[in-house]
T-cell receptor, first 118, second 114 residues
Framework: KQEVTQIPAALSVPEGENLVLNCSFT??????LQWFRQDPGKGLTSLLL?????REQTSGRLNASLDKSSGRSTLYIAASQPGDSATYLC?????????????????FGKGMKLTVNP | SAVISQKPSRDICQRGTSLTIQCQVD?????MFWYRQQPGQSLTLIAT?????????ESGFVIDKFPISRPNLTFSTLTVSNMSPEDSSIYLC???????????FGPGTRLTVL
C-alpha cells in the first residue's frame, strides 16, 4: 500500500532561515512526485514536479530532490519569508493496488503547516 | 499550465438539499478529477471524470451521492446530493494532460452544510 508521510506536521521559524521539508513514501514504484502549496481555505498551487528518472528540480528559492530508492523527497526553501507561510503537501503519482482502488493516482501526504515569523 | 475556475467558490446549504459545483478549464485536458478535503485533512480522490461516459469512482464514493458529468474536454460538474453536515468540505477540481505531467488544481468550493 502506497503511503506518504510528512513530518513534522507543523513548523514555525523566524524569517530568513533556510528550510528543509521532508516527505517519505512507502513504495518506490512511482511515476513522479509533486510538491504543492495550499493557503488557508484555498486550492493547491503546484510548486515543483520531479519525474521518477530525475534527482532534483529548482524554481527560484525552491529546490526539490528525489531519492526514489529510499522513498524520500525534500523541499528546500532558501531565505524564508513571511509570504512562504502556508501548508506544503507532497504527493506521489503511482499505481495503487486494489486496497486503494486499483488504479494510477496521486497519493497525498497530510501536509506540513509552515509559519514564517517576521 | 492550466487555469481552472470553479463555481461557486463557497456555499452554505441546508441538510437534505443538493449542490452542483462547476469546473471550467481554459484548455482541453485529458484527465479531470474531483477531490474532497475535509477540515484539517489531506485530499481524498472522489472520482475521475470521463468525457462522454460514466465517471470512475473511488472506494467509498458512489454515483448516487456524487453524480458527475463531463460533456467535453474543458468542463465538468460534481453534484453533492442529499447533503448532511458530514459533507462539509472543500471540493476541488483537478486536471492533467498526461500521467507524467503536472496536475493542476482549481481554487476549490468551500461547502458548509447546516
Amino acid at each position: 500500500k502506497q503511503e506518504v508521510t510528512q513530518i513534522p506536521a507543523a513548523l514555525s521559524v523566524p524569517e530568513g532561515e533556510n528550510l528543509v521539508l521532508n516527505c517519505s513514501f512507502t513504495d518506490s514504484a512511482i511515476y513522479n512526485l509533486q510538491w504543492f502549496r495550499q493557503d488557508p481555505g484555498k486550492g493547491l498551487t503546484s510548486l515543483l514536479l520531479i519525474q521518477s528518472s530525475q534527482r532534483e528540480q529548482t524554481s527560484g528559492r525552491l529546490n526539490a530532490s528525489l531519492d526514489k530508492s529510499s522513498g524520500r523527497s525534500t523541499l528546500y526553501i532558501a531565505a524564508s519569508q513571511p509570504g512562504d507561510s502556508a501548508t506544503y503537501l507532497c504527493a506521489v503519482r503511482a499505481f495503487v493496488g486494489p486496497s486503494q482502488g486499483g488504479s494510477e493516482k496521486l497519493v497525498f501526504g497530510k501536509g506540513m503547516k509552515l509559519t514564517v515569523n517576521p | 499550465s492550466a487555469v481552472i475556475s470553479q463555481k461557486p467558490s463557497r456555499d452554505i446549504c441546508q441538510r437534505g438539499t443538493s449542490l452542483t459545483i462547476q469546473c471550467q478549464v481554459d484548455s482541453q485536458v485529458t484527465m479531470m478529477f474531483w477531490y474532497r478535503q475535509q477540515p484539517g485533512q489531506s485530499l481524498t480522490l472522489i472520482a475521475t471524470a470521463n468525457q462522454g461516459s460514466e465517471a470512475t469512482y473511488e472506494s467509498g464514493f458512489v454515483i448516487d451521492k456524487f453524480p458527475i458529468s463531463r460533456p467535453n474536454l474543458t468542463f465538468s460538474t460534481l453534484t453533492v446530493s442529499n447533503m448532511s453536515p458530514e459533507d462539509s468540505s472543500i471540493y476541488l477540481c483537478s486536471v492533467a494532460t498526461r500521467a507524467t505531467d503536472t496536475q493542476y488544481f482549481g481554487p476549490g468550493t468551500r461547502l458548509t452544510v447546516l
